[in-house]
Nanobody, 119 residues
């Protein structure tokens, strides 16, 4: 299967913004359901947001609602996670993932990108 490649992220002060993008290695539509997850070392990976590529339905975890927006770019075949009003607790490694249907588990993962929010 194609690889997912994340880009963006970095270090920002609390209240700032970061943008993450996810693309497939062959530049095709990266997946039917595209998700963003985050993980702190020693903790379970946490669901953040997802988008259905074809219906554009979105879903968010409660802690990011109103601050994060997941969207897709049809021209570039990429998925973006716009993160605003960032908090120190948003510091994590963020992963892009895909699955082929709503009932499947996510089965294709990117390598992760580190985001740090300083207070």
């Amino acid at each position: 299967q194609v690889q997912l490649v994340e880009s963006g992220g970095g270090t920002v002060q609390a209240g700032g913004s970061l943008t993450l993008s996810c693309a497939s290695s062959d530049h095709t539509v990266p997946g039917y359901i595209m998700g963003w997850f985050r993980q702190t070392p020693g903790k379970d990976r946490e669901f953040v947001a997802q988008i259905n590529w074809f219906t554009t339905d979105t879903r968010y975890t409660d802690s990011v609602k109103g601050r994060f927006t997941v969207s897709k770019d049809n021209a570039k075949n990429t998925v973006t996670l716009q993160m605003n009003s960032l908090k120190p607790e948003d510091t994590d490694t963020y992963y892009c993932a895909s699955k082929r249907s709503t009932i499947e588990a996510y089965n294709n993962w990117g390598q992760g990108t580190q985001d740090t929010v300083s207070s």
